[in-house]
């Protein structure tokens, strides 16, 4: 089994940054998981994949926050982490995080066996 819990949402000024982070606990895994990844849920909106990143450390973006988000992780710690640059109102939704031990794939996978409860994000002008 595998538990994600996010933290690190609040509400920012446009233009400002926020840190995301996942904590991983992979029960009865011997490994972690292969890909993870970072979506998002605005009101009245899809759900939409934001940024992923596999074990061997390939990472793949969403078009509308290219050079603006870096998706990492720490192994050493379990954790996986958004670092949000120069956020947008638009940018403003419930942000999850996301496990699979399958691969990421390209297009990214959209269907995860695990997910985290999330964490809110509000960007005002």
């Known amino acids: 089994q595998v538990q994600l819990v996010e933290s690190g949402g609040g509400s920012v000024q446009a233009g400002g940054s926020l840190r995301l982070s996942c904590a991983v606990s992979?029960?009865?895994?011997?490994?972690?998981?292969?890909?993870m990844g970072w979506f998002r849920q605005a009101p009245r909106k899809e759900r939409e994949g934001v940024a992923f990143?596999?074990?061997?450390?390939?990472?793949l973006y969403a078009d509308s926050v290219k050079g603006r988000f870096t998706i990492s992780k720490d192994n050493a710690d379990n954790t996986l982490y958004l670092h949000m640059n120069s956020l947008k109102p638009e940018d403003t939704a419930m942000y999850y995080c996301?496990?699979?031990?399958?691969?990421?794939?390209?297009?990214?996978?959209?269907?995860?066996?695990?997910w985290g409860q999330g964490t809110q994000v509000a960007v005002f002008s």
């Open positions: 996301a496990a699979d031990y399958n691969s990421c794939a390209t297009p990214p996978r959209k269907v995860f066996d695990y």
């Open positions: 992979a029960s009865g895994y011997t490994y972690p998981p292969y890909c």
């Open positions: 990143i596999d074990r061997p450390g390939t990472t």
